[in-house]
């Protein structure tokens, strides 16, 4: 008895090749029945606790986000700091002329006797506009009251 060889068609899929008794002959198929499709129930989607958005952020766009933070909550700070750390408008108490021999320093000591010394000299410079530390003998200063 001879053999029969079916194989699967790589060249031609309309045909396959059948070895019978040692003669090949080429069967054409029969048009192949659609397979069934079977659907699957869609598996709702697993998320995370606590999160109910669509929108997660990556490694980076959370560290650009925390520097944004960071920023804002910085920026703020230093901006509430300038705000309490204004004295305000100054007022002129009264104005005091400098004696040869004395310094800024001295005029400071000797009129803002309540505060610290470079505080009042500090002062002394911002209510005068003084570029530095050098006063010329017979120099007005203004005073400012406190």
Do not use: H, Y
């Amino acid at each position: 008895m001879g053999r029969l060889l079916i194989f699967e068609p790589r060249v031609r899929p309309d045909v396959t090749w059948c070895e019978v008794r040692g003669s090949c002959a080429t069967v054409p198929l029969a048009e192949p029945s659609p397979a069934p499709v079977i659907r699957l129930p869609a598996r709702p989607r697993a998320r995370a606790k606590g999160r109910s958005g669509r929108f997660v952020l990556t490694r980076r766009g959370r560290l650009a986000r925390t520097l944004a933070v960071t920023f804002a909550a910085a920026l703020l700070v230093l901006s509430l700091m300038a705000r309490l750390g204004d004295p305000g408008p100054l007022v002129t108490a009264r104005i005091a002329t400098v004696a040869p021999g004395q310094t800024l320093g001295d005029v400071a000591a000797a009129e803002l006797p309540g505060l610290p010394l470079p505080e009042a000299v500090r002062m002394l410079r911002v209510f005068n506009e003084l570029p530095g530390v050098t006063v010329r003998p017979g120099q007005s200063l203004r005073i400012p009251a406190l």
